[in-house]
């Protein structure tokens, strides 16, 4: 490490350390503006949207010894079997992950994609199971190959900018604590009966050893439809059948 990039860590963990005795906001978070925190099925402790239009906030907040946060990625996960559309703007520019890229001595994504997910994108867009991941997470509900399929996004790095929110999906509160920095995201989603949203990054760190981390499983967000929505959703796809079978006959 360069003379002055240690002087930068050894200052910004002096700050850090006097400001935020206990860093009680996680590194990685993601919240859905107006989400309601619950259960739904296995999925627990998750902020819970039903609308298929909605802005996504994704969190990253720097501890006493973090340096940088680089190469965050948004981890999608759909319902295995599904396709559907997906897009996502905003924050500094957001690019889908297809390739194995090589990052700080390991790769981001770790495998190429796998797998046709998504109608609005050409070519295979996805993964079938956890290939992807820089290294072992732990594992929760949706997260999990053998009930979802993957989507990830590079959406940057996170700068520490001031003041960042804690969104606790366990507690159901949002309040201000840590520091770091905060990216809007506008997603649209139609086709899946689901979509999981978690985030991981690479933790460059002054004093500890760096590596990756994700949100923990009490600070991420979901889109699930109304089930008035799947209801008429699947009248839908039962009436186009039934037309089609009158016109055979």
């Known amino acids: ?39 739904i099925g296995q999925d627990q402790d998750t902020w819970f949207t039903d609308h298929g239009s909605f802005n996504l906030i994704v969190v990253g907040a720097y501890g006493y010894s973090t340096h940088n946060l680089t190469n965050v990625t948004l981890a999608l996960s759909v319902p295995k079997g599904q396709t559907g559309t997906i897009s996502i703007s905003g924050g500094d520019g957001v690019t889908l992950l297809t390739s194995k890229t090589p990052v700080y001595g390991t ?20 993964y079938s199971d956890q290939s992807f991941l820089p290294v072992s997470f732990i594992k929760h509900y949706p997260f999990n190959a053998s009930v979802a399929n993957f ?17 606790n999906a366990a507690t159901g509160t949002i309040t201000v604590e840590g520091s770091g920095e ?30 990756w981390k994700i949100s923990p499983v009490s600070h991420d967000a979901a889109y699930v439809p109304a089930p008035g929505a799947i209801l008429l959703g699947s009248i839908g796809v039962l009436l186009v059948g039934w037309l089609r079978r009158l016109r055979t006959l």
């Open 151 to 167: 989507l990830i996004y590079d959406i940057g790095s996170f700068d520490n900018l001031g003041p960042v929110h804690n969104y």
């Open 1 to 39: 490490m360069k003379l002055s990039n240690l002087a930068g860590c050894v200052t910004l963990s002096i700050v850090l350390a006097v400001s935020q005795a206990a860093l009680a906001v996680p590194t990685f978070q993601t919240y859905i503006q107006g989400a309601t925190a619950g259960t």
């Open 107 to 126: 790769y981001n994504p770790k495998a190429n994609a796998n797998i046709d997910l998504l109608t609005n994108v050409a070519g295979l867009d996805g």
């Open 182 to 211: 905060e990216k809007l995201f506008n997603v649209s989603v139609a086709g899946f009966s689901w979509v999981h949203f978690d985030a991981y990054g690479y933790v460059q760190s002054c004093t500890t050893k760096s590596g």
